[in-house]
Every structure is written in structure tokens, then in C-alpha cells.
């Protein structure tokens, strides 16, 4: 527990693999292949999200064994969270930063359906948000964003795809999806599952 916190207190990130019950990371998947996109939550990327409703209980109480689990959550609030369902090929996640404090993602789509597999993963900026930018600069002006990036040479940290596994960071930190490729098919969609803590 103690080098998880010290890991992330380093390096403002940590990852972790194989802490979610398989039966969860199902019961997540196929609400997440069964649940229509919410039409406000549409991107042009080529992918779609679904905002979780309270009653989705299995999202929830995973919220709070995270809490239990890593040691950064322990004092901290659940604020909101997402599922990000994407097409078999699409560029992703646009670079942002997000309100909150730390991020959880967990990937929950098995290896076998991924296609390339050096895409599919998260790229987590060493480089936060400015203070002085508000959330339209920060999480939408992505031309504002890469300009930013590429003046303060902000260093991509590339983590590679595994299903089960949790990357952890802080949410002031610049950071997008490393494309997507899976096999053509509903089952086989990447699958995003995002918390958020304050």
C-alpha cells in the first residue's frame, strides 16, 4: 500500500493490474455494450460515452473499494464518472485535463479483441493544467492545449493497454487516449471505465 502511494506521490500516477473481480469487470462490460449513447455525450471522435445514472449499483460500490484498495483515495470524495465506449477504429480522447483531484480509468475489454495493440492505451502528460485556465481552456480548446504542450515540452507518458488494469493520476494532468483498433464487432468495442475523485 505504501508504494502505491509513494509511486503516485513520484510520478503523479501509478498503475495497477488485476484488482477488479472478474464478475465486476463483466457486469461493467455488458451494461456498457447494452446501455445506448447518451446523445449529449457524442464526440467526433468516433466514439461514444455513457454518463452513469446512480443506479447502476456494480459502478458504485466499485467506487467505493477503490477508496478501500489505494491508499491516495482514503480521504478523498467520489465525485462523477463515465463509460466511454468507442469504435473499433478511431482516434480517441482528445488531450484535457480534468476538475477533479485524481483519476481512476479501468479497462475492462479482454485482450483478445484488441486489433493493434500498440494503440488502445492512455497517454498521461507530465505537464498540468495552468491555474489561470478555466475548464473550457483546459478540457475543450484542444488547439490551446497542444500549443501548451508542444511550448512547455511536455513529455508524453505512454501506458500500454491491459485489460484489468488501473492507471491512477492526477487529474490536473494533461492526458488522451493512444488511438484506438480493435476487431470490427459490438462485443469487441474498447471499453473506458472512469472515476473521478475530489
Given at each position: 500500500m505504501h508504494r502505491i502511494e509513494e509511486t503516485f506521490n513520484d510520478h503523479g500516477m501509478v498503475i495497477l493490474d488485476n484488482l477488479?473481480?472478474?464478475?465486476?469487470?463483466?457486469?461493467?462490460?455488458?451494461?456498457?455494450?447494452?446501455?445506448?449513447?447518451?446523445?449529449?455525450?457524442?464526440?467526433?471522435?468516433?466514439?461514444?460515452?455513457?454518463?452513469?445514472?446512480?443506479?447502476?449499483?456494480?459502478?458504485?460500490?466499485?467506487?467505493?473499494q477503490f477508496k478501500k484498495a489505494i491508499p491516495m483515495l482514503t480521504n478523498k470524495t467520489f465525485d462523477r464518472g463515465w463509460i466511454y465506449t468507442y469504435e473499433s477504429e478511431c482516434p480517441g480522447v482528445t488531450p484535457h485535463a480534468d476538475p477533479g483531484t485524481i483519476n481512476i480509468n479501468l479497462w475492462i475489454t479482454p485482450m483478445h479483441c484488441m486489433k493493434d495493440t500498440s494503440k488502445n492505451g492512455l497517454i498521461v502528460y507530465d505537464k498540468k493544467r495552468p491555474p489561470d485556465w478555466s475548464w473550457e481552456d483546459y478540457n475543450k480548446d484542444v488547439d490551446k492545449i497542444r500549443?501548451?504542450?508542444?511550448?512547455?515540452?511536455?513529455?508524453?507518458?505512454?501506458?500500454?493497454?491491459?485489460?484489468?488494469?488501473?492507471?491512477?493520476?492526477?487529474?490536473?494532468?494533461?492526458?488522451?487516449?493512444?488511438?484506438?483498433?480493435?476487431?470490427?464487432?459490438?462485443?469487441?468495442k474498447r471499453i473506458n471505465v472512469t472515476y473521478m475523485y475530489n
Open positions: 477488479v473481480d472478474e464478475a465486476d469487470l463483466d457486469s461493467l462490460r455488458q451494461y456498457a455494450l447494452n446501455t445506448p449513447a447518451d446523445p449529449e455525450h457524442d464526440f467526433n471522435g468516433g466514439y461514444v460515452s455513457i454518463e452513469l445514472a446512480d443506479s447502476f449499483p456494480e459502478y458504485l460500490n466499485l467506487a467505493d500549443r501548451f504542450l508542444l511550448d512547455s515540452g511536455a513529455v508524453p507518458r505512454l501506458v500500454e493497454y491491459q485489460y484489468n488494469r488501473i492507471v491512477a493520476f492526477d487529474s490536473r494532468y494533461f492526458h488522451e487516449t493512444n488511438g484506438v483498433s480493435t476487431h470490427p464487432g459490438q462485443a469487441n
